[in-house]
């Protein structure tokens, strides 16, 4: 099994080729975003406790240490969707000369989604938007 | 894959091969439902709604029928590719055919699980 392993990795660390790197993170974000999906069900769950319970784990989920932690998860989330496109595309045959080209531009435009998000927590963070 | 890594792997080609059709198929399938469908979620729980995220606010939105269906939903096609992509992991380890059966029964388990764990978490919410 170690030998598998190590060939798959191979080609991220000693070959050094980029695609193999976005393999390599689509699955890792794929598995922390499982972890994520659990801890959510979890803190969903709380409503069986109560409005009193719900609320107070939620507010306190609400403050600038976790939000950092959020714009953790869109980066997460963003990147794992928009590399997943490129993966179809590339499937599809589509795009065979220019794969690197989609890579950057889909990491452009990712990139500009994470932007996004983040500023609006930021704004949140600051009270301007409820 | 390269050549190396393709030598050891002497019967097992690909992820592709090894996963089977369909749930090469559906993984690519429920991604892009995902985009669409988690991309509403995020923009319905955040600015569908004014304050921050309380159980009052919270009820608001699930009480409809509408949105308690749609969260329940999209937990079920995230669960299957969660799970899924999953699968498609362990695989790549090499599993000989039984314990790929095992491990089919124990994901299946496991999801149906998480959809009920998570059902269960938004039953209160229907107000």
Request: a positive charge; hydrophobic letters at 55%.
């Amino acid at each position: 099994m170690n030998g598998i392993i190590q060939n798959l990795f191979q080609d991220v660390v000693k070959n050094k080729k980029i695609g193999m790197w976005a393999w390599l993170l689509q699955r890792l974000t794929g598995v922390l975003l499982a972890l994520y999906l659990f801890a959510h069900l979890t803190v969903i769950s709380y409503s069986q406790r109560g409005a009193g319970p719900f609320d107070r784990l939620s507010l306190s989920i609400q403050t600038p240490g976790w939000y950092a932690l959020d714009i953790a998860l869109i980066v997460g989330i963003v990147f794992h969707g928009l590399n997943g496109i490129r993966i179809i595309a590339v499937e599809f045959g589509a795009m065979a000369r220019a794969q690197k080209a989609w890579l950057f531009g889909m990491g452009a435009i990712g990139l500009v989604i994470v932007i996004f998000g983040v500023l609006g927590i930021v704004q949140k963070m600051m009270g301007h938007v409820s | 894959m390269s050549p190396a890594a393709q030598s050891h792997l002497s019967t097992q080609h690909s992820a592709l091969s090894t996963q089977g059709m369909w749930p090469w198929v559906l993984q690519r399938f429920s991604g892009v439902l995902i985009l669409g469908l988690l991309g509403l979620h995020f923009w319905v729980t955040h600015f569908g709604t004014a304050g921050p995220v309380t159980f009052e606010n919270v009820v608001e939105r699930v009480r409809l029928p509408l949105w308690f269906h749609f969260d329940v939903a999209l937990l079920a096609v995230i669960i299957y590719h969660a799970l899924n992509g999953t699968r498609t992991i362990i695989l790549d380890f090499g599993l000989t055919p039984w314990k790929t059966r095992v491990m089919d029964c124990c994901l299946v388990v496991l999801g149906l699980a998480m959809l009920v764990f998570g059902s269960w978490g938004l039953l209160p919410f229907r107000g």
